[in-house]
């Protein structure tokens, strides 16, 4: 579990196609001295588990379901990714509740410069629209962010503030962009309650 409040920008310096998996090495010299093989880690908000780590970079290992439904199949070297490690059990939550189940992929329609921020606007998956409302919360490259406006052609505009901008891979993006995106978990949930579906 963890709760989009990003701890450092790494860099892909590695990708290796294996039989059934693909493997990424990426630069996290701030993160790595503190994670262990086997240790929990958003990469980009997906959740993924450190198989070999240095001083200097931590290794994963990806496999195909992840990279049909995350934006990892489109990784290249030299990439930056949002990182952040698991929640401690009695840790604050700065952002919100966020699982690193990605629900599926959206991308970047515009950035807006309205001052000293950035109005940005994602065209997310209809399931994932259908879960998200105004000043609610949703996860896009695993950075808790707080939806400003619900537009219609499942369009989610958010308000982005300098820090975030410059502090993640969000300040990155060009249009088209494709991003990850994990709904509000509370509205997963009462969806599932006045739905009546029990999967």
Known sequence: ????????????????????????????????????PGASVAVDGACLTVISVTPEYFVFDVIGPTLERTIAGTYQEGERVNLERALRMGGRIDGHIVQGHIDSTGCLIQS???????????FIHEDVYALTVSHGSIAINGVSLTVSEVREGCVCRIGVIPFTFQHTNLGNLKPEGPV????????????????GRSE
Do not use: C, H, T
């Not at 807006?112 to 994602?122: A, C, R």
């Open 180 to 195: 990850n995106v994990e709904g509000d978990l509370i509205g997963k949930y009462v969806s599932k309650i006045f739905s």
């Open 112 to 122: 807006i410069k309205e001052g000293e921020y950035w109005m940005m606007d994602f």
């Open 1 to 36: 579990m963890f709760n989009g409040i990003i701890e450092e920008m790494g860099r892909i310096i590695g990708i290796e196609d294996r039989q059934d998996i693909r493997r990424f090495s990426v630069e996290a010299p701030e993160l790595a001295v503190a994670l262990r």
